[in-house]
């Protein structure tokens, strides 16, 4: 029964290579009591194995090598945890069952003395022997594992030790004090520290960019948010064994798209790692509400890592909100007492907000008294190769123009579709019945201006009219047939055709009466 750690252990490939599982360490517990005995019990078993994918780094050259490190409770105190826990084991296998219960010696609610003082009192109701014996306040040859460390001899007997339950993993030389005379923990002021961790938001079209804590999107368009943490190894107490933990809430216009989620460790030597994380290193919850929770669980294991990102993709559904922000929120929850892992405190929560824009067009006849239903358009914008990029049904684009999609106007003559800011062009390619094709298309260019992350004007550009402020974050664009040509350059001919006909005609037959009345006088005057 293995548990996989969320962190990876980084150490020198050549101990390790040597000594592989069986790596041992040796604990010398100081200041305590005089002719103090002690003894460890070994509540969880850990593994080392050499994971070769985790070496990813172009650099990487095994002096320092990656190792994965494996946690499994010591079946000898399995009923005692599970009377500690009062876990349901019911359709659990015994892997899930040993996850669960690391994960609660680990990472438990309770403080980590108190789940010490509890476990020490079930081990001696069920009277269990000792794994390890301290000579002269040492522990030598220690298996690598998870301990409970216990004063025996003489006052204070049943004194637990140190962190109550040390965790030696990645440590050869450990020197802990005695719970009783260790000194208080004295907090940091509260005044600002540039040693407390933080976290910073942004949110960029493409993956990585950093440089922008607003956007604006089309629906469905996907959209990348990054949190990267700062200062999160300089707090020199919580180098080892430290967990934080990413809260991060999504708004219910945005949906969190499956499998995105990244991790980019930043190491001191200036190179990084990064994978997508699995599903035991965080829980995406989907409220009732529409908004989904993301919560990721990190581990400091080692101090080469100066920095975390987290990088993933959310795209925008019909419950986006237009013209406002669709504001995504997170904080970072991480250890406050290096004595205390139950003691926990929070960054600042920082957001990065995304927004769309309607583009709502109302086509009608020249004198915009009527509607026109049936004309259907094609929406077009061009790349940064000068290619057209066709709107396609979801959100997407391309530059297969037979793919587009068909706007196409209602019974009221409109149509819509939700952008971001740029400029587009609108071309119609079928005219209702009895009018004809616009003789060029139309540009439309939308202008957004963000202050603190708030929208504070959207301006609407058509062709080479003045721009016009739009409200609420919708554009509304008219298109109307061009009056007063023979042959209108758009829109329905209506009468006008029939007047020119009706106007020949009558010429025509002006003309032949004339002539007929000049071969009558003609006649008569030749008689």
């Known amino acids: 029964m293995k548990h996989k750690l969320l962190a990876i252990i980084i150490v020198a490939a050549l101990l390790l290579g040597l000594l592989g599982n069986a790596l041992a360490s040796t604990i010398t517990i100081t200041d305590g009591n005089e002719n103090a005995g002690y003894v460890a019990y070994r509540l ?24 994965a490190h494996y946690y499994s409770v010591n079946d000898k105190y399995l009923d005692i945890l599970l009377d500690l826990t009062g876990l349901d084991t019911t359709d659990l296998t015994d892997d899930e069952i040993s996850d669960a219960l690391v994960d609660y010696i680990r990472d438990g609610g309770a403080t980590i003395r108190q789940i010490a003082d509890t476990i020490y009192a079930l081990i001696k109701a069920a009277e269990l022997p000792f794994d390890l014996e301290a000579t002269d306040a040492v522990f030598d040859s220690v298996p690598q594992g998870y301990y409970l460390i216990i004063e025996t001899t003489p006052a204070g007997v049943g004194e637990t030790v140190s962190k109550a339950m040390l965790d030696t993993m990645g440590q050869l030389d450990l020197e802990i004090m005695s719970k009783d005379l260790q000194p208080p923990y004295t907090p940091p002021p509260e005044d600002p520290n540039p040693y407390k ?41 919580m180098a080892y064994g430290a967990a934080f933990t990413l809260y991060d809430a999504i708004p219910a216009g945005l949906t969190y798209v499956s499998g995105t989620l990244r991790i980019r460790l930043y190491r001191e030597n200036g190179t990084t790692y990064s994978r997508i994380l699995s599903s035991g290193d965080f829980t995406l919850t989907v409220n009732e509400d529409g908004t989904s929770s993301l919560v990721v669980y990190g581990r400091n294991e080692t101090t080469k890592y100066v920095s975390w990102e987290y990088t993933y993709a959310v795209t925008l559904n019909e419950n986006v909100l237009v013209g406002e922000a669709n504001a995504n929120r997170a904080y970072l929850e991480y250890p406050s007492d290096p004595y205390d892992p139950a003691a926990r405190s929070v960054t600042q929560t920082r957001k990065a907000c995304v927004y769309t824009f309607t583009l709502r067009v109302l086509k009608t006849n020249y004198d915009e008294t009527l509607p026109l239903p049936g004309a259907k358009f094609l929406l077009y914008r061009y790349n940064a190769s000068s290619q057209k990029e066709y709107y396609v049904s ?113 010429l025509l037959s002006a003309a032949a009466i004339v002539f007929v009345i000049a071969r009558k006088k003609k006649r008569a005057a030749g008689q």
Not at 213 to 221: K, M, N
């Open 394 to 506: 979801g959100g997407n684009w391309t530059t297969n123009r037979n793919a587009a999609r068909q706007l196409t106007s209602d019974d009221e003559g409109l149509f819509e579709a939700n952008l971001a800011e740029g400029t587009f062009y609108l071309e119609e390619i079928y005219a209702p019945a009895g009018y004809t094709l616009l003789g060029s298309d139309v540009q439309i260019i939308l202008d957004a201006t963000f202050t603190d992350q708030e929208l504070t004007q959207l301006l609407l550009t058509v062709n080479s009219e003045p721009p016009a402020s739009c409200q609420n974050g919708i554009a509304e664009v008219l298109i109307s047939d061009t009056a007063g040509t023979i042959m209108p350059d758009a829109g329905g001919i209506g009468t006008t055709l029939f007047y020119i006909i009706g106007a020949a005609l009558m």
């Open 44 to 67: 969880l078993d850990l593994y080392t194995e050499q994971d070769p994918e985790l070496c990813d780094v172009p650099t990487h050259t095994h002096t320092q090598a990656c190792y």
């Open 197 to 237: 961790p933080d976290i910073v938001k942004y949110v960029g079209g493409a993956m990585y960019e950093t440089d922008k804590r607003v956007t604006s999107a089309s629906l469905s368009e996907r959209v990348y948010f990054t949190i990267k943490t700062s200062n999160m190894l300089e707090n020199t107490e």
